[in-house]
Structures are given as C-alpha cells and as structure tokens.
C-alpha cells in the first residue's frame, strides 16, 4: 500500500505564491509517474501537472508559466510551486502516483491507483 502525504497548503491573497510538497515512500522515478491534481468544489479532478517516468516535467496548459512541479533533494519528494496565484486555483490539491505507465504521466484521474488525502490552497 502506498501512503502519499502531500502539505503546504494555505491561504493566499490572489499574486501570491505557496510551494507544495508530497512524500511518496518508494517512488522509483524510473518506474513510477507522479502527479499533481485538483479539484475545485463541485468539478471533476483534473490534472495540473506531472513528471513520468521519461524524466520530463510536463504542466496543464491552464497553469503553465504559473506552475512548476520538481522533485525535492529526495528522490521520494514531489513540489509543486504555484506562483501569481489566482482565485480560479482554489482547490483541494492531491498528489497521485500511478506504477503502470511508462514515458507521460496519465492525464487521467481514473488511471491512478495511489492518492494522497490532499491539501486545501485557497486565493482570496
């Protein structure tokens, strides 16, 4: 069982920035895609950005230029740094792992086996 424990979520004025970090015990990144999701109240989660087993960083369109995921120090560490944020990026943030792809991480939610319990970043 894979226990993923995301953090760092707050609340912010619109503008400004907040970094989230998601512990992922036994990722492998050669092996195992990591992502970011969100889901704001009332819609379906959806991708923002994610880095696959290709080594490649790849963010949603509606984010890029704001949003830059890396990996921590640790291998097992994902960030997401979110800056000039904007009220339309309140949402409950979630890290998912899924270990049967290779190359891109999947765009979609339904392919991921392993989530975190999620962190609330709110911009108001």
């Known amino acids: 069982h894979v226990q993923l424990v995301e953090s760092g979520g707050d609340s912010v004025q619109p503008g400004g920035s907040l970094r989230l970090s998601c512990e992922a015990p036994g990722y492998t990144a050669s092996a195992y895609c990591l992502a970011w999701f969100r889901q704001r109240l009332g819609q379906a989660r959806e991708g923002v950005a994610g880095?696959?087993?290709?080594?490649?960083?790849r963010v949603a369109d509606s984010v890029n230029g704001r949003f830059t995921i890396s990996q921590g120090d640790a291998e097992n560490t994902l960030h997401l740094q979110m800056n000039n944020l904007k009220p339309e990026d309140t949402a409950m943030y979630y890290c998912?792992?899924?270990?049967?792809?290779?190359?891109?991480?999947?765009?979609?939610?339904?392919?991921?086996?392993?989530w975190g319990q999620g962190t609330q970043v709110t911009v108001s």
């Open positions: 880095i696959g087993t290709d080594g490649v960083s």
């Open positions: 998912a792992e899924d270990q049967d792809h290779l190359g891109s991480c999947p765009r979609s939610a339904n392919e991921y086996i392993y």
